[in-house]
């Protein structure tokens, strides 16, 4: 009996998407972010800082006004020798939630990364504007806490997968080092 109540949930649950209980999928575009990475203070470039553009999707969990999100997506980009990065832009689809705009991480050793550390944009910003050009100015770290401090904000290996950023693990590996920390693995944990 209990074999057969299962049956018949999951042929339910399966057909509902078709059955017009549950919105056909949705389309979600985002992008593209383009911009350049520049020393607050000297404003000069910042070759090879790493940009990290995370997907998530979110979907409602059981309980009142809960949701869950989950990684969807993740693209990296260095900049070049003017400092400049292009992410193009993406389209994700979902049959079930959504996929809000994506979390966006610029990382350069020795600097405060953005979201959390920048200058420009206003410290208030989480997030770049899509299809426009936007500066991001990086303060340097003066100490040797302020380097520890503005290597937290990153994403951590366990919600991104380690071979979508290897860039990123790459820069905080040398930035640890030069600390005298030791290195994050950047293989896979089983």
Known sequence: MNRVRWSVILLVAATLPWAGCV???QIFRSGPFSGKVI????????????????????????????????FLDAEEVLTDQNGEFNVPARTHWAVYGMVPSPSITIYYPGYGAFPDFQVSPTIG???????EYTTVELRRARTFDERRLFGGGIPTPGVVPKAKMPNLLRLLN????????P????TEDK
């Open 23 to 25: 919105p056909d999928r």
């Open 39 to 70: 020393d607050a203070v000297t404003e000069r470039p910042l070759e090879g800082a790493v940009v990290l553009v995370v997907w998530e999707r979110d979907f409602a969990t059981v309980g009142a006004g809960h949701s869950a999100q989950k």
């Open 125 to 131: 910003a989480r997030a770049l504007p899509a299809g």
């Open 174 to 181: 040398d930035e640890r080092r030069a600390m005298g920390l």
């Open 183 to 186: 290195p994050i693995s950047t």
